[in-house]
């Protein structure tokens, strides 16, 4: 069983379009995340939920938008892509926010927009 | 302010070791190692809480100095499986919270 599922894991698109992208875990954790890794490998925290509430919002555009129905879901809607949103979108999930937790990665989304 | 990892690559044959390091200007409450092979995602190797803390497994082991302020990993008889890039992450606090933050990552590379 998959512990932190995305889809998609491909996405190509055209500027200006509106996409979404889906994060499931089952591992029963309280805490999902949101990240963006660049070209140069740098990963970099988007935001993070606990418990269904915004704890994270890291000076991310608001054509970023995160959605979280449940504690084992949390998704990422962009609006309006630019170039610059190119980049592989990992979701991950820790028990708990607390800056020893462990957190475990989805497989990411690759995000090509042309 | 993230962590500083040094160096940026290690080459590698089988069988040498290899040190990455993590420093930061302020104590940091813990550190994390991640492994990243090439298209997938980060896999969790350990974590340091506390400081003069080491842990290891196989050979691949860490080091959290007392001050808390540099972590290494080191990586003993490598193997080609051990290539990949090397992240090292903690948690800056903000507010109630704790922001996950990444070093740039070193590259690791194990040749034959």
């Known amino acids: 069983d998959t512990a932190v599922s995305q889809t998609p894991k491909y996405l190509v698109t055209q500027m200006g379009n509106d996409k979404s992208i889906k994060c499931e875990q089952n591992?029963?954790?309280?805490?999902m995340y949101w990240y963006k890794q660049d070209s140069k490998k740098f990963l970099k925290i988007m935001f993070s939920y606990n418990n269904k509430e915004l704890i994270i919002n890291e000076t991310v555009p608001n054509r970023f938008s995160p959605k979280s129905p449940d504690k084992a879901h949390l998704n990422l809607h962009i609006n309006s892509l630019e170039l610059g949103d190119s980049a592989v979108y990992f979701c991950a999930s820790s028990q708990g926010f607390g800056t020893g937790e462990t957190q475990y990665f989805g497989p990411g989304t690759r995000l090509l927009v042309l | 302010q993230q962590p500083v990892q040094s160096p940026q690559a290690v080459i590698l044959r089988e069988g040498e070791d290899a040190v990455i390091n993590c420093s930061s200007s302020k104590a940091l409450y813990s550190v994390h190692w991640y492994r990243q092979k090439h298209g997938e995602a980060p896999i969790f190797l350990m974590i340091?809480?506390?400081?003069?803390e080491q842990k290891g497994h196989d050979k691949i082991s860490a080091s959290f100095n007392e001050k808390k302020q540099q972590s290494s990993l080191y990586l003993t008889a490598s193997q080609l499986s051990y290539s990949g890039t090397y992240f090292c992450g903690t948690g800056l606090r903000s507010g109630g919270s704790y922001i996950p933050t990444f070093g740039r990552g070193t590259s690791l590379i194990v040749h034959p």
């Open positions: 340091l809480l506390k400081g003069g």
């Open positions: 591992l029963g954790h309280d805490t």
